[in-house]
């Protein structure tokens, strides 16, 4: 029998002994894979498992605290509670994440203020589970925050001013109100992302805060004001467009996306042609939420002046995807702006095939942005009178017009350009050998498994990736042992990738290779290992 198959069966037969002595030692072994599968069985008989599972938090190796934390989360025994709490100071921030994530499981109010004293950790990812674990426990915790927001801790503060928002109980509205004026930017602008749960009645004091001297905390009260969606926050989000800091002024648009009103689409339209990428980026998103009657604005400022403005219009047009856009759209493509001429064409990728022709001619355009672009529309399109522009593309000599002329043939999954990625695979550059590996795999045609296998053997670790994954997609039997043979390679995600196809290939002889890899010193092989190995085994059990 398979060693694998012999900690199954030893586990199995553990667990219906009820021996969880037994069980205790395998969950103590190295092997995550013997953890993982002892820890499922521990959980499955109870009771019995809690005390060896509260002695296994205080282990000398990490893995199993966390694994012990997991596995009491599960069993929601309340002998757990006081131990977990003691695993909240554990050194390891991966240990108190994952016993902060257990007493969220259980919602006992005794680890209410060991989880409010977590809210100084260190970890952002601590902290989040810290709040999440309170948010479960609900209406008990209230009182608890409210008198921590009046720490000497700055993060203390600032992390309980954001429960109080989450858990959106009225009685944290005049306390959260209190602490606008906290002298910690970070404090400040939690609280007023928390308001948004007062709805109107907090109107005021957030439109006040619009005149902080923190751009965070401005940035916060125009996000919770657009979250309260009260039209009251119109002018003050309109004016905000035009602050000094391109977080608030994002934060603006967004706001004014989420409002919905007519009467912001002409000061939006005018923040198109912000300097700042982002604000432009989330303006173009919220005149898209607005939609329709935005339309006709927005086909004029494809005509304005600036550059930026055109460029965002045409973004815009591109999420709102009304048909009377589609010939401006086109006739922009011819715009002396690059940048226009590219985010016309990606915007174009919502118009069908009445945009194919021109979007083949924007191929051989100057400027690689905008052949990027054009590719990402026709790869959206799906047009087969493209594959042939898409396969010249193939050799282009910019890398991402390249990659994206590779994406869209693999979307395309057209057998006619079968031919053209397999010499591509064998002749092109690095990475347009990596996109036409990931292409045939979509593709799915099998006269390219001789090429993906040669493939794995590539001087480039992306390439042989792409192949090993390409492979898996085939599923063809022929590619079994250069698959096994790349489970040894020396890149971590090739053998990742190798072990994944594998899975996939559903092949029984690959179990003793795939086993051996579940000894991989990399945690993502020895996952892939485990998961494909159980794959070919329930498939194997169903013939």
């Given at each position: ?7 199954d069966?030893s ?16 969950f ?11 820890r ?7 009771r ?14 990490r893995y199993?605290?966390?694994e012990?934390?997991?596995a009491?989360g ?26 902060a ?6 919602r006992?109010p ?9 809210l100084?950790?260190?970890s952002?990812?601590?902290?989040f ?10 209406e ?5 925050l409210?008198?921590a ?5 700055e993060?203390?503060r600032?992390?309980a001013a ?5 858990l ?12 606008l004026?906290?002298?910690?930017s970070?404090v400040?602008?939690?609280?007023a ?8 009645a907090a109107?005021?004091p957030?439109i ?18 657009a979250?309260?969606?009260d ?11 035009k602050d ?18 007519t ?21 173009a ?19 304005d ?8 219009a045409?973004?815009?047009?591109g ?13 922009a493509?011819?715009d002396?702006?690059a940048?226009?001429r590219?985010?016309?064409a990606?915007a174009?990728r919502?118009?069908?095939?009445v945009?194919?022709d021109r979007?083949?001619?924007?191929l051989?355009?100057?400027?690689s ?13 799906r047009d087969?009178?493209a594959v042939d522009?898409?396969?010249?593309a ?6 991402d017009v390249?990659a994206?002329a590779?994406s ?6 057209d057998p006619?350009s079968?031919g ?20 045939l795999?979509?593709i799915?045609d099998?006269?390219?498994?001789d090429?993906?296998?040669?493939a794995?053997?590539?001087a480039?670790?992306?390439?042989r990736d ?7 997609h085939l ?7 250069p ?11 090739v ?9 996939e ?10 086993e ?5 010193p990399?945690?993502?092989?020895q996952?892939?290992?485990m998961?494909a190995?159980e794959?070919?085994?329930i498939r194997?059990q169903?013939?």
């Open positions: 029998m398979e060693p694998l198959l012999q900690i069966a586990i199995t037969a553990l667990k219906n002994e009820g021996d969880v002595g037994g069980l205790i030692t395998i103590r072994a190295n092997s995550m894979i013997e953890r993982t599968r002892a499922r069985a521990l959980v499955e008989l109870g019995p498992a809690v005390r060896p599972l509260i002695a296994a938090l205080k282990d000398g190796d199993v605290r966390i012990a934390a997991i009491l599960q069993l929601r025994d309340s002998r757990a509670i006081r131990p977990l709490i003691d695993a909240l100071r554990d050194e390891h921030g991966y240990v108190r994440w994952w016993a994530d257990a007493l969220r499981e259980m006992d005794r680890a209410i203020q060991p989880l409010i004293d977590l100084r950790d260190e952002r990812e601590v902290r589970w810290a709040v999440a674990a309170l948010k479960s426990i609900g008990p915790v209230v009182l608890e409210i008198a927001l009046s720490s000497g801790n993060r203390l600032a992390e954001h429960a109080l928002g989450e959106q109980d009225p009685r944290a509205a005049p306390h959260l109100m209190r602490v004026k906290d002298p910690d970070s400040r602008a939690a609280a992302y928390g308001l948004r749960s007062v709805g109107p109107l005021k957030l006040g805060l619009l005149r902080d001297e923190s751009p965070q905390v401005r940035a916060a009260a125009v996000l919770a004001l979250e309260i969606r039209v009251t926050a119109l002018d003050p989000l309109i004016q905000s467009l000094t800091s391109a977080e608030v002024r994002a934060a603006a648009a967004i706001g004014l996306g989420e409002l919905k009103v009467r912001a689409v002409e000061p939006l339209i005018e923040t198109l042609g912000d300097e700042d990428l982002y604000v432009r980026a989330h303006t998103l919220s005149l898209g939420m607005i939609g329709e009657d935005a339309v006709d604005r927005l086909i004029k400022a494809l005509a002046p600036n550059e930026y403005l055109r460029g965002g045409a973004t815009a047009l999420r709102i995807r009304q048909k009377t856009a589609i010939r401006p759209l086109m006739e493509l011819k002396t702006s940048y226009v590219s985010e016309a990606i174009l919502y118009a069908g095939p945009a194919t979007l083949i001619e924007t051989a355009d100057v400027e942005d905008v052949r990027a672009g054009a590719a990402i529309a026709l790869r959206d399109i087969p009178r522009a898409l396969v010249r193939l050799r282009d000599e910019s890398e390249r994206e590779g869209a043939l693999g979307a395309l999954r006619r079968a053209p990625l397999i010499l591509a695979l064998k002749n092109g550059t690095d990475d347009v050998r990596c996109w036409a590996a990931m292409a795999g979509e799915g099998r006269q390219a498994v090429g993906l296998m040669d794995l053997a590539d480039h670790e992306e390439v792409a192949a090993a994954d390409a492979l898996g599923k063809d039997s022929r590619a079994l042992r698959l096994i043979a790349s489970l040894g390679d020396e890149s971590e995600c053998r990742e990738a190798a072990a994944a196809a594998l899975g290939l559903g092949q029984i002889e690959a179990l003793p290779s795939l051996k890899a579940l000894a991989d990399s945690g993502s092989v996952y892939a290992a998961t190995f794959a070919i085994k194997a169903k013939r």
